[in-house]
T-cell receptor, first 116, second 112 residues
């Protein structure tokens, strides 16, 4: 069985601070995909990143960076120099590649509020 | 803009009624997925269609059904609605099984 835990239900930081959103996962699969999605106040779900379990290199995209550590089953997401537009609910998700998206398991989300 | 279009944006109806939610996938995407997002259950996979055929079923109630048409748009039918069916219903599409999902803006259903 797959499980994704986002222990931080809500986080508030002041604008320009860095913030890290934690994601811990459980799976018996040896290969899998990890995802982050953003849900802004407008409600849509925006795809941010997908990582293959084979690739443990950290990734940076602008102010966003992701730290994948297989040893601790974590896939944390850091926003550097946060902005008000980063306020949203962020979901971490997990899927086994062989079974596709119907096995996509989402965490419960972390609500991030950036205070101006 | 994800390219996935969902209509209507909001729907308010009474218990016992039936509604149809519509989804147009991104151009070229053959797979359509339906998800339900509620406060108590989080994001739950309901059902997947691939090129017109049902491919996978998740936690979908028997009162709910879906189909995908030859033009690849999909409809989710919810019947005998209950208060607990109030939720945000998302459609997502992808070109293949293991490609990332791209979600529409959702349909917010309120059952009164």
């Amino acid at each position: 069985a797959q499980k994704v835990t986002q222990a931080q239900t809500e986080i508030s930081v002041v604008e320009k601070e860095d913030v890290t959103l934690d994601c811990v996962y459980e799976t018996r699969d040896t290969t899998y995909y990890l995802f982050w999605y953003k849900q802004p106040p407008s409600g849509e779900l925006v795809f941010l990143i997908r990582r293959n379990s084979f690739d443990e290199q950290n990734e940076i995209s602008g102010r966003y960076s992701w730290n994948f550590q297989k040893s601790t089953s974590s896939f944390n997401f850091t926003i550097t120099a946060s902005q008000v537009v980063d306020s949203a609910v962020y979901f971490c998700a997990l899927s086994p590649p062989n079974f596709g998206n119907e096995k996509l398991t989402f965490g419960t989300g972390t609500r991030l509020t950036i205070i101006p | 803009d994800s390219g996935v279009t969902q209509t209507p944006k909001h729907l308010i109806t009474a218990t016992g009624q039936r509604v149809t939610l519509r989804c147009s996938p991104r151009s070229g995407d053959l797979s359509v997925y339906w998800y339900q997002q509620s406060l108590d259950q989080g994001l739950q996979f309901l059902i997947q269609y691939y090129n017109g055929e049902e491919r996978a079923k998740g936690n979908i109630l028997e009162r709910f059904s879906a189909q995908q048409f030859p033009d690849l748009h999909s409809e989710l039918n919810l019947s005998s609605l209950e208060l607990g069916d109030s939720a945000l219903y998302f459609c997502a599409s992808s070109p293949g099984q293991s490609s990332p999902l791209h979600f529409g803006n959702g349909t917010r259903l309120t059952v009164t």
